[in-house]
């Protein structure tokens, strides 16, 4: 298969989840063997970011990047826009945005999706490259029991399973057999969050762009109706009663499991930084952005001792010479003809 990349470029534009600045991210076609790469155009000398796993610096609420030569430059919720990307077979693709973190949009997939969709997508001359999935690979979080396992396969494909301590949301499952269905049904999963989180992430000033229309926002603890209000002024949207436990949308859930296709849809936005596609089954038990990022690091350490694969080899297939074709080339006799 050949690398790939953007037939012509997009934009998007929107505000920040985190910021609430307003942004506009533009999409480019790049050269073979580019990756992914995020450029600032907001900031003196346009430093570009590479969209890999070993340059991830923080996971809270979203994966973040930061420049190799200068850690204060980064660029944050790039989750959602590199899922797109990966799932849509793109190796190469320079991002140029204005701001910290990319439009949070509606808070999924699914716009980043129809904008690859009409740009186009456009081969290249030369050859992709796949990290095939060898041996079972598991990483596991004891504080959280959050834990991601590997298996060989022939495709790239999940399983996964979410847990909350919640009487709105506890367990669900979700799951992905070919890629290619990664629009139809996983793309437009939004982000989600407690009402109970909201207020700490606002004194740790995140999600100052959130609001209905972005995210799930979801009720499963009485509050005092005067706190409620407080956090529906901040967040600019219309008053709920306290009592109400529940998803709190402008819009109504788009799949049951939302939020766990949501989680499967992070989890592919941070395998992208491996910096390749993968070949292999994905078991996710409680996952989230520390360790998805930590799956990738572990792999992205492995392909720099290892940068070509061995191939696979079956020998029940016809092969391309037996020994009398290598007698009419070589002047070997046995033995010295097993070493040719």
């Known amino acids: 298969m050949k690398q790939r990349t953007l037939k012509s470029e997009f934009t998007v534009s929107g505000k920040g989840l985190h910021t609430g600045l307003q942004i506009t991210a ?19 000398g346009q430093p570009i970011i590479e969209a890999l796993a070993e340059n991830v610096t923080e996971t809270t609420r ?13 660029v944050s919720t790039i989750e959602h826009a590199l899922a797109a990307l990966y799932t849509a077979g793109i190796d190469n693709c320079l991002i140029e945005v204005d701001a910290p973190e990319l439009p949070i949009l509606d808070g999924s997939a699914i ?16 050859e992709k490259e796949f990290y095939v999935v060898k041996k079972r690979i598991k990483v596991f979080d004891p504080e959280t029991g959050s834990s991601l396992i590997v298996l060989p396969d022939d495709e ?14 506890s367990n669900q499952f979700a799951s992905l057999e070919h890629v290619a269905d990664f629009k139809q049904e996983i793309a437009a999963s939004r982000t989600f969050v407690f009402v109970r ?23 499963d603890t009485k509050l005092p109706q005067e706190d409620l209000d407080r956090l529906s002024d901040m967040m600019d949207v219309e008053r709920k009663l306290g009592d109400e436990l529940g998803y709190l949308n402008n819009k109504p859930l788009v799949f049951k499991n939302e939020p766990a ?38 792999i992205r350490q492995e392909l720099r001792y290892q940068n070509v694969q061995a191939p696979s080899y079956d020998p029940n297939k016809e092969p391309l010479y037996d020994i009398n ?10 033995p010295m003809q097993l070493v040719d």
């Open 325 to 334: 074709d290598i007698r009419r080339m070589l002047p070997h006799r046995y």
């Open 261 to 298: 296709r949501h989680k499967l849809l992070d989890l592919l936005g941070d395998l992208s930084l491996i910096g390749r596609p993968l070949k292999g089954r994905i078991v996710a038990t409680k996952p989230g952005h520390t360790i998805n990022t930590t799956l990738a690091k572990k």
């Open 62 to 74: 979203g994966t973040v990047v930061s420049c190799k030569s200068d850690k204060t430059v980064k």
């Open 111 to 126: 716009i980043y999706c129809e904008k690859i969709e009409e740009a186009g997508i456009e081969e290249q001359d030369a």
């Open 156 to 169: 790239l494909s999940m399983d996964v399973m979410i847990e909350f301590n919640s009487p709105v949301l």
């Open 197 to 219: 989180e909201i207020l700490p992430l606002l004194q740790m000033n995140l999600i100052k762009g959130g609001d209905l229309d972005n995210a799930i926002v979801i009720h």
């Open 26 to 44: 533009t999409f480019k076609p790049a050269d073979v063997n580019t990756g992914y790469k995020i450029k600032r155009i907001d900031l003196e």
